[in-house]
């Protein structure tokens, strides 16, 4: 039951199964009916489901997720498109004070089963506001789970965890990532939803990363490899909560981390990485965490995203700076 898909096929496959076996799933944003997504993500689904399911909305994201925390009170799963990850913002208040809120404001007895689904990250020459990497603001609100998956296997199987799940799940898609191919078997029991997974075995160094840029590591390490230098890459998935057991035993094996996200470097997921890291392994330490991202300024016009972007030759300066030590 195995087949090659992109990763843009393998959400849609995800989501018209998860039409298909929930009446109660819906599908809701700007585009996603009869255009199918500026990205095709839900191409189809409309036409298969009917407009009951899947419906295009105003453009206004606060409105979109509102209605989305509306729907779930009355015992919908709603998946909601935000079109781009700068257009996430007016949203903001309705994600962090409603839907991240309510299960603790009611003790529990209010669920909130939506999934915010938002297209992120760089490498797709875009205008402004369309490359953003807001993850870290969400992960510092308690109440939502941030998920990324970096292959089409996990983009299938996590959404379908998410759209599951009785938290709400912002669930970021790498869209540089879109077009990359990757068996995706429907059959396979899913790893847990956030839980890390080794993706490259090594013995020298760790670099862990997710989303976009779990690629990216695996050819720094293959790169390394022709100098002899064994890399473990380490796919986390799950932004928060954060596998630390999972990075803690790698860095056990390995003594030494690089973690690597497109975010900037400065207050972001690396940081609390790094942190917990240097608490947990800080005798079996051999480096200092090192992180590789994003410069603190704002995303670049399109022609300069690739000196703003984190490279194969960043990424490898790091493993070079940790291994020196």
């Not at 903001?92 to 915010?116: C, E, F, W």
């Not at 939502?144 to 970096?150: E, F, H, N, R, T």
């Not at 898609?173 to 839980?195: C, N, Q, T």
């Not at 997921?269 to 090192?290: D, K, N, Q």
Request: with cysteine; net charge negative.
């Amino acid at each position: 039951m195995a087949e090659k898909m992109a990763m843009a096929k393998a959400i849609n496959e995800s989501l018209r199964r998860a039409l298909d076996a929930d009446p109660k799933v819906l599908i809701m944003g700007e585009d996603v009916g009869r255009l199918g997504g500026v990205f095709r993500v839900t191409d189809g689904l409309q036409k298969d489901f009917g407009e009951s399911r899947v419906f295009d909305t105003p453009l206004a994201e606060s409105g979109i997720v509102g209605t989305a925390i509306g729907l779930a009170l009355r015992g919908y799963r709603p998946v909601v498109e935000i079109q781009f990850d700068g257009f996430v913002f007016p949203a903001y208040d309705q994600i962090v004070t409603q839907l991240a809120k309510m299960h603790a404001r009611s003790l529990g007895k209010v669920k909130l089963p939506v999934v915010v689904r938002i297209p992120y990250g760089g490498g797709i020459g875009a205008v402004e506001h369309h490359s953003e990497s807001p993850e870290a603001l969400f992960a510092h609100v308690a109440g939502l789970k941030i998920v990324s998956p970096s292959n089409a296997s996990d983009a299938y199987w996590m959404m379908q965890q998410a759209i599951q799940s009785d938290d709400p799940v912002i669930y970021f898609e790498p869209k540089r990532r879109y077009w990359d191919k990757a068996e995706v078997d429907f059959e396979a029991i899913p790893a847990p939803l956030h839980r890390a997974q080794v993706v490259r075995e090594g013995t020298d160094l760790t670099l862990a990363a997710y989303g976009p840029m779990v690629k990216l590591c695996l050819e720094a390490a293959t790169a390394a490899a022709e100098e002899g230098k064994s890399l473990e890459v380490l796919d986390l998935r799950t932004v928060s909560p954060l596998d630390f057991d999972s990075i803690q035993a790698s860095v056990e094996k390995t003594r030494r981390l690089v973690v690597v996200h497109e975010a900037p470097v400065f207050f972001g997921s690396g940081a609390e990485i790094s942190a917990r890291i240097t608490e947990r392994c800080f005798y079996h330490l051999e480096a200092p965490v090192l992180r590789v991202g994003g410069y603190h300024a704002p995303y670049p016009p399109a022609r300069l995203e690739e000196a703003y972007l984190p490279d194969l030759d960043r990424v490898l300066d790091a493993v070079d700076r940790s291994l020196a030590y």
